[in-house]
């Protein structure tokens, strides 16, 4: 898991508990793809074994920063439920950034062969060789075809993976970075009666669950651009000069203004107090905290602060002005290294196949709250999402999802950008200002004018 500048972020909490039992060949999806790990591995028809495999399998390793929680655990699973299905393969984790330390291993000579990276050092591994095309893989005799893509992945998520005329990249874990998480028991208490729709009606909710009193506050938020943007979004406002070309930021704007002025509104009243870092899980586990605004894999941590003192109720991004949401989606991605022999690269897309697939990605779901990638991960997601509301509220149709910036630059420009808005937050310039300053900067920053 990421966290709001796309370093890997370390999990606190407890391990999902409900899990179906996954270990079943998606024949009837038409995906070709191997199954996902189970409770008890199981093997499918997809990955039966020649009657006389090799004596010595062909070992590959794979880099992703989960180092403890709920996701190292699902991804030490996914990787045994691989082994004990693909005896001619063997990989071997190792919970180690590929983002933070795959080129440094790539130039030493001691790269992974699979990787779990953050798109802003996709540039850096292309320019220095460090990670192959996936397009020959893709297009090959083992690869997928249009349908299966169409089925597995979403358009915003295949188009995320995209690199002008290449395809370094295979989805692995989306999550939407603004969604609502709340206590039902302070709702019940405040006479609230259903998940927030609307941004108006998230600030009438938090106005109401602070006049409880008793150190009650509607609202514990880290300050974070992902839901400001969104926000800006669903009233009608723009982040960029257009999101197709987006190397110029456009905040200064009525949609964006309406959208400051509120968080700032609920700030000035009491009704929102912004913490640091992960401050917000804590008091939202104490119990005096009505609402967070959190990213979808947050449930796991969120909840698991809670300890089962209350039940904690889901709502996806909710809608301004415009009448519509916005959800900005960010989560790592699969490469392969450019290294190996020809053996162990065709045992790394086998691998990569298998972690991008639809029943592996739904258990990886199940157990973090990231997002479905695609059609069929969602169809298998239903009985779960059926018995685990908070969480099945938490998707929101892919029509409206989007991703930040492939820059490098992006990271600087973020970081100006969300300095500006904790001054604006806490009273220190006015809205209006804020967004001027976030335009220069963040433009400047995002040109690569200015240096982070």
Known sequence: MTDRTGTNRRPRGRFAAATLALGVALAGCGTGHSAAPSATPAQSSASTPAASP??????????AGHSSGALHKAVVAEVAQFNATHPT???????????????????????????????????QLVSAHAILDLKTYIDGASGLSASQISADYYPAVWADMQTGAHQYLMPLEKKALTVIYYNESLFKQAGITAAPATWQQVAADAQKITALGSGDHGIAWT?????????????????????????????NNAGALAALNLLRGLVASGDMILTTGY?????????????LIDASAGYTYDNGSVGGKFVVGGASAPSGSSGHSSAMMNGESLAMFNTGTAAQQAASW????????????????????????????YTLMKPYYAKNTAEAATYSTPSGWWFAPRSPNYAAAYTALTGILDQALNGKIQPQQALIEMDTQGTQYLSGKVRG
């Open 54 to 63: 090799p004596s010595t399998p062909v070992q590959i390793t794979y880099w």
């Open 89 to 123: 393969i063997h990989v071997t984790f190792d919970a180690t950034g590929a983002s933070v330390h795959g080129l440094a291993a790539f130039e030493a000579g001691k790269a992974p062969n699979v990787g779990m990276i953050n798109h802003a050092v996709l540039g």
């Open 223 to 251: 300050p974070s651009l992902r839901p400001f943007f969104d926000m800006v979004i669903s009233d009608g406002g723009a982040v960029f000069t257009t999101q197709t070309n987006r190397q110029t930021f456009s905040l």
């Open 279 to 291: 401050g917000y899980q804590q008091d939202f586990g104490v119990g005096k905290i009505g609402i």
């Open 350 to 377: 086998t691998f990569i196949k298998y972690l991008s697939s639809p029943s592996t990605n739904t258990y990886w779901d199940q157990h973090t709250n990231y997002l479905p990638l695609g059609p069929a991960a």
